[in-house]
């Protein structure tokens, strides 16, 4: 409960003209026990029940005031009022010449104090007690004590009155403490309303951009899908956006200047769907942000299927105006993949997957282009699903398989060593190229199973060719995947695979790309020098295919670079490239690294490579990829092999 304030003395205003009377109530008030045979007066005041004979509790804290003439007692009152330090009672004469009668006085002083309780003292009046009434009213705030008085019975008014008036004020501060409280409660509720609020729309809307998020877009998405269902007319579309080269950005400018960049492109995207700037007529178009340069439209009410498709390019258009941050010219660029909805089956899952799909195709096909999901899409969705399902089930089942390809020594034409190829041979035992089910697995996460699978069986099998005599300085590559060396685990894995199964320093190289080792930079250097102390080698594949500088050569622990086929494909009649292998070859050597060729194919190439100076070449020329148990008859009647360096 609000706790109230302290009791303050309890003040008595006298107003007569006659200072005897003014003593005579002073001593009546402070020197009289309660009679009980006058208690029932309070009784009838308060409502409450008659008390036991007790000590005048009035009088125990009471100050006294006088006024002479009722205009002295209005100035007191209202003095009183003003510094909130009130009048509980008021002993009022009814004559009081040549001022104020009693009537007016009492008229006066409730004007100032509307809570003054007036104990009237008369003899004898000018006016009737029917006047009276008529002027003062019916009050409980008012009792008559005739002259001359008796002190009891003024005591006991004045011990009613006083405790009428301190219950009132009790009453009006527990009211304010209520009303106090109420406020303070209805604050806490506007709080907890805001807070939930605010917690709905963190769940819809997307803290960034405040775009729609997922969720919000699914539940629109679901909905439109179930009014397709009724209207077999509906046209709409679902267009997914996604911004080219945008990790750059993030890259090269930081997090604060992409998080900024995301932010125009979605004011940009808003703009441009809505109805004045759209080929759809209504206002029901919808744009999301799915995380983190991923975006989607939903358009509803188009006249015509076409419409999804001029939205498409005019939203690549305004996205792709340059704008500046931070003294930073950027002119993004972004991918449309768009899927028509128009008499089509399905689920808000199947359109957001299918308009992934289209902007994929987009995707290969360069920046800022469109793709709208067809008959022939959707054909290579349902073969990606299915080879997605059956590799799942054939690595869990462990039907893949490896074939090593050899790497030779130009020089001598000794074994180097092999590259482990991953080859799937399916339960129809159709044999499926690594082109057609690599790249599923890395979009699925596939590749992580894929690539531990790769990484144990290798392994298993250079510890069964040492435990048959072959050459101890054979080794094998393994490709490694952006996945595979993001996984935080991965280093663990290796070291713990070549503990599992006995093998030494050399005995296995890891080859990866250089747009994965510039994707991983920061990470994938950590990681690279940590198994390079635990003994793993590495190989740069695909060298000369990336845009990157040469830099990461200096700073990480490569052993050999593999040269992209793609040099040796106009060989022996490309001069330029002859030119382009040679200062290759002359880099790599400068560092201290050994050069593979990928690719070779004709004695021609082997001879040319020879003469730029190529340590070790890969190829058809040498063989094709073998079956592990044809490695051993391979390897017979070879040079004596000997590691790299």
């Known amino acids: 409960m609000h706790a109230l304030p302290a009791q303050r003395p309890i003040r008595i205003l ?73 009048f509980a009672v008021a002993f009022v004469d009814m004559r009081m010449p040549p001022g104020w009668d009693g009537l007016e006085t009492i008229e006066r002083l409730w004007q100032a104090d509307a809570d003054l309780q007036i104990i009237l003292c008369t003899a004898f009046s000018d006016h009737s007690w029917s006047e009276m009434y008529e002027r003062l009213g019916s009050s409980d705030q008012l009792l008559v004590l005739k002259k001359p008085f008796d002190a009891i019975a003024a005591c006991q ?39 939930e609020e605010r917690l709905i729309r963190g769940s819809l809307y997307d803290s960034l951009t405040d775009l729609p998020n997922r969720a919000l877009l699914s539940d629109r998405l679901e909905h439109v899908v179930a009014r397709a269902s009724r209207e077999a007319d509906l046209n709409y579309a679902v267009l997914f956006l996604d911004l080219d080269d945008f990790k750059v950005v993030n890259d090269s400018l930081g997090h604060d200047v ?20 759209s080929a759809s007529p209504v206002d029901e178009n919808v ?6 340069d991923e975006f989607v439209v939903l358009l509803e009410g188009m006249t015509d299927e076409r419409d999804s498709s001029i939205v498409a390019q005019r939203l690549i258009d305004t996205v792709g105006a340059p704008f500046e941050i931070d003294g930073h010219d950027l002119r993004p660029s972004v991918s ?59 690595i869990e089942q462990d039907e893949l398989f490896l074939q090593y390809q050899p790497i030779i020594e130009l020089d001598t034409g000794a074994v180097l060593g092999f590259e482990a190829l991953v080859r799937w041979r399916n339960d129809r035992q159709v044999v499926i190229p690594p082109r057609e089910f690599v790249p599923i697995a890395e979009e699925t996460g596939l590749i992580l199973p894929l690539g531990n699978w790769v990484l144990e069986r290798a392994c298993a099998q ?63 250097a950590m990681v690279l020098r940590d198994l390079e102390e635990r003994g793993v080698q590495f190989h740069v594949d695909e060298f000369g295919t990336g845009l990157s500088s040469l830099s990461y050569l200096n700073c990480l622990p490569f052993s050999a670079l593999k ?29 201290g690294l050994k050069l593979i060729a990928e690719g070779v194919e004709t004695a021609e190439q082997l001879e040319i490579l020879q003469a730029l100076g190529c340590d070790y070449g890969q190829g058809y020329h040498f063989s094709h990829p073998l079956d592990a148990d044809l490695v051993e008859a391979y390897i017979e009647g070879k040079p004596s092999t000997r590691r790299a360096g």
């Not at 309070?42 to 003439?69: K, T, Y």
């Not at 992409?258 to 700037?277: F, M, N, T, W, Y």
């Not at 909805?341 to 195709?361: E, H, K, N, P, Q």
Request: proline content about 2%; some cysteine.
């Open 14 to 86: 006298i107003v007569d003209d006659n200072p005897a009377i003014h003593e005579d109530i002073k001593k009546a008030l402070q020197g009289t026990e309660l009679n009980p045979a006058l208690d029932d007066l309070r009784s009838l005041v308060l409502g409450e029940p008659s008390a036991s004979p007790r000590a005048n509790p009035v009088a125990a804290a009471m100050l006294f005031d006088s006024a002479f003439q009722g205009e002295d007692a209005l100035r007191a009152v209202q003095q009183a009022v003003a510094a909130d330090d009130r």
């Open 157 to 195: 008014m004045a011990h009613a009155l006083v405790g009428k008036w301190n219950r009132t004020r009790e009453a009006d501060d527990r009211l304010i403490a209520l009303e106090s409280a109420n406020r303070r409660l209805a604050d806490e509720i506007e709080q907890r309303r805001g807070a």
């Open 258 to 277: 992409g998080d900024r960049l995301l932010i125009e492109v979605a004011a940009r995207i808003q703009a441009c769907i809505r109805k004045s700037d």
């Open 287 to 292: 744009a999301a942000r799915l995380g983190g």
């Open 336 to 394: 449309v993949g768009v899927v028509n909805g128009r008499g089509r089956a399905g689920s808000a899952v199947d359109l957001l997957r299918d308009a992934d799909t289209a902007l994929y195709r987009a995707k290969r096909g360069g920046k800022a282009c469109v793709a709208i999901f067809d008959d022939e899409l959707r054909r290579q969705a349902v073969a990606r699903q299915r080879i997605e399902s059956d590799l799942r089930r054939s």
């Open 462 to 524: 250079v510890a069964e060719w040492r435990s048959r005599g072959l050459s101890h300085a054979l080794s094998v590559n393994i490709n490694v995947s952006k996945k595979q060396l993001a996984a935080s685990d991965f280093a663990d894995r290796v070291q713990s695979a070549l503990r599992n199964h006995g093998l030494q320093r050399g005995d296995i190289n890891l080859e990866l790309t250089e747009t994965l080792l510039m994707d991983s930079f920061g990470h994938g």
């Open 563 to 591: 040269l992209d086929p793609s040099f040796l494909s106009s060989l022996p009649s490309g001069e330029a490239n002859q030119a382009t292998i040679q200062a290759i070859v002359q880099m790599a050597h400068a560092r």
